[in-house]
Antibody, heavy 115, light 107 residues
Framework: QVQLKESGPGLVQPSETLSLTCTVSGFSLTSYSVSWVRQPSGKGPEWMGR???????AYNSALKSRLSISRDTSKNQVFLKMNSLQTDDTGTYYC?????????WGQGTLVTVSS | DIQMTQSPPSLSASLGDKVTITCQAS??????IAWYQQKPGKAPRLLIR???TLESGTPSRFSGSGSGRDYSFSISNVESEDIASYYCLQYDNLPRTFGGGTKLELK
């Protein structure tokens, strides 16, 4: 069955870089796109960016200068890197299979930006 | 970017009530709206896509309608398991944008 799982550090220092990994199973990254979505506690979700099935990327313009999404198809993994983290980047980060709508989600990983 | 204005931010209902949530897009989104349910500590769950198409497993008491810029989502006969937050998502354009959410509580 389709599964996605996020992994990465739970705590990041301000101004540092966040690195997250999304490991997928049950589908191929060369057939489906994967998006990253984050959600501050108590607030609505925010779409961050997408790794297209063909390897292209798309980013939310609000984050584009700080964000990079890449993948390793041999390992069924999609990566997120975001630099210059601040406290308002604290929240739960999800990866989701993207076919327009987001039908399958990972469990999410809580990232706290704090010194 | 398309803005999704969702209302109300919170809703109090009794079991068996019908409740309605609305989302207004800042431009025509051609019915490309989805509705999600989210419970604390969980990922959002897709309930409805393309305005009114129920996902497999979505109870029939959930429904959606609308066109152009204006969309609505309803729950008829609210049950205790429906207590959650609800979000709309437009997927007509990038960046995908969500509504601000509606928290449904029991009266």
């Amino acid at each position: 069955q389709v599964q996605l799982k996020e992994s990465g550090p739970g705590l990041v220092q301000p101004s540092e870089t966040l690195s997250l990994t999304c490991t997928v199973s049950g589908f191929s990254l060369t057939s489906y796109s994967v998006s990253w979505v984050r959600q501050p506690s108590g607030k609505g979700p925010e779409w961050m960016g997408r790794m297209w099935y063909d390897g292209d990327t798309a980013y939310n313009s609000a984050l584009k200068s700080r964000l990079s999404i890449s993948r390793d198809t041999s390992k069924n993994q999609v990566f997120l890197k975001m630099n210059s983290l601040q406290t308002d980047d604290t929240g739960t980060y999800y990866c989701t299979r993207d076919r327009g709508v987001f039908a399958y989600w990972g469990q999410g990983t809580l990232v706290t930006v704090s010194s | 970017d398309i803005q999704m204005t969702q209302s109300p931010p919170s809703l109090s209902a009794s079991l068996g009530d019908k409740v309605t949530i609305t989302c207004q897009a800042s431009q025509n989104i051609n019915k490309y709206i989805a509705w999600y349910q989210q419970k604390p500590g969980k990922a959002p769950r897709l309930l409805i896509r393309y305005t009114s198409t129920l996902e497999s497993g979505t109870p029939s008491r959930f429904s959606g309608s609308g066109s152009g810029r204006d969309y609505s989502f309803s729950i008829s006969n609210v049950e205790s398991e429906d207590i959650a937050s609800y979000y709309c998502l437009q997927y007509d354009n990038l960046p995908r944008t969500f509504g601000g959410g509606t928290k449904l509580e029991l009266k």
